[in-house]
């Protein structure tokens, strides 16, 4: 692999819930989120529950038809990301997140793995056709409390995987890949108190990978880092990622 003289280090990105707070979506899925919070919530994303009352799937659909990260967009914190990518350091965003808000700033899709999938589309349970989310909830706007899949007649639900579903294996593989890859692991707005978002910092570190952590509250991996960084995101990570870029990792 060093036989690459003008091979530029590899930078990590993992970005939790916290990277998006400043874009209004709120944090549903954390140790501390909505969700977890609120058993009854927690049920409109659990895969059984989903798969098995109608009644939960129509609630969904009225959750996701009316959730803030419908209309959500990027703020200067994913701009930072695409422009250290722009800048040339070879960049791979692992995230927590389901909104699609890195893709929307401009990183390419190749290089942004959702290890949570996205709600920015819809599968089926039955035949796994994917689809656009908006054209599923314009059939629940028109009328459809639960659309069906339009090629197989199966239950719908988002791209996100769901509490009870395994996450995509080739997604993980891939980011810990990267994990194990990287010369600097970035985790930024993320508790690291939940698998694989944890275990995948824990990994690069064992692979001698600098740590560096943007988040306000302490988190398990602290000990491990080379650097931790409290203050806000939206004015920490670009200060962070323009040097980076500036200067080289
Ligand atoms: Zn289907």
């Known amino acids: 692999m060093s036989s690459e003289p003008t091979r530029r280090p590899l930078v990590a990105i993992l970005s939790g819930a916290g990277i998006s707070t400043d874009s209004g979506i709120p944090d549903y899925r954390g140790p501390q989120g909505l969700w977890r919070r609120d058993p009854e919530a927690e049920k409109l994303v659990t895969y059984d529950a989903y798969m ?3 009644e939960i799937r129509r609630r969904s659909w009225l959750l996701r038809r009316d959730s803030p990260a419908r209309h959500a967009r990027p703020n200067g914190a994913h701009e930072a990301v695409t422009r250290l990518e722009r800048s040339g350091v070879p960049v791979r965003v692992l995230t927590q997140n389901v909104d699609g808000l890195h893709q929307m700033a401009g990183m390419p899709p190749r290089k942004v793995l959702e290890l949570h999938g996205t709600a920015r589309a819809v599968q089926c349970t039955g035949c796994g056709a ?64 939940v698998n694989p978002a944890a275990a995948l910092a824990g990994l690069a570190v064992e692979h001698g990978a600098r740590l560096i952590i943007v988040n306000a509250e302490p988190t398990p991996y602290d000990p491990l880092a080379a650097e931790l960084i409290r203050e806000p995101i939206g004015s920490a990570l670009p200060a962070l990622l323009d040097t980076l870029g500036a200067t080289g990792p």
């Open 52 to 54: 098995s009352d109608p």
């Open 130 to 193: 994917r689809s656009d989310m908006t054209e599923a909830l314009a059939r629940v706007e028109a009328g459809e409390p639960d659309p069906p899949c339009l090629e197989c007649g199966g239950i719908l639900k988002s791209a996100t995987v769901m509490f009870g579903q395994a996450l995509d294996p080739v997604v993980l593989g891939e980011a810990i890949a990267v994990a194990k890859a990287c010369e600097i692991f970035i985790a930024v707005g993320t508790s690291l108190q």
